[in-house]
């Protein structure tokens, strides 16, 4: 993603940072109450209290639009272990798409070993099976769930 002000890349911390924010913002401006866990090195980036006592890890990843897709990482590096699962680890990845400001939330158990594609258009050969339509995992849409549910009060 280009910097606004000085056109150059931002690096994938600086990225990961403006995504971060971003779910923040639009989780908190939801009415959740959010916690932010000390220091970079956990598995999630954000706790998002869903009724008193019950929370959910979220891990906040940058999707960037490919073919029609939003596309994000499923996976994280271990800095020369290999790669690494969030499952177990996090429940839900909040994806925030610099490109259009746009968040999605998908449940870990969901998602793919190392990479997830959220449709954002209709596919040219009519699929449906299979294919995970982006609409069906807006973040506004998560948050007014949970409220559903009877777990929010938002």
Known sequence: ?????????MDTRTAGDVAEAAVLHALT?????????????G????????????????????????NGCVEFNCCGTDHGRGVGSYAGRADVFAVHVH????QFVVPVAQARAT?????????ANNQVRGVRFARDHRLQDW?????EQGRVDA
């Open 1 to 9: 993603m280009p910097c606004r002000c000085t056109g150059r890349l």
């Open 99 to 102: 490109a259009t400001g746009e």
């Open 43 to 66: 598995p999630y980036d954000l706790v998002v209290e869903t009724a008193p006592g019950t929370f959910v890890r979220v891990q906040v990843k940058s999707g960037r639009i490919r």
């Open 29 to 41: 401006a939801a009415g959740l109450v959010v916690l932010t866990p000390f220091g970079r090195f």
């Open 143 to 147: 948050v007014l769930r949970q409220c």
């Open 115 to 123: 990479r997830m594609y959220l449709r954002l258009t209709h596919p």
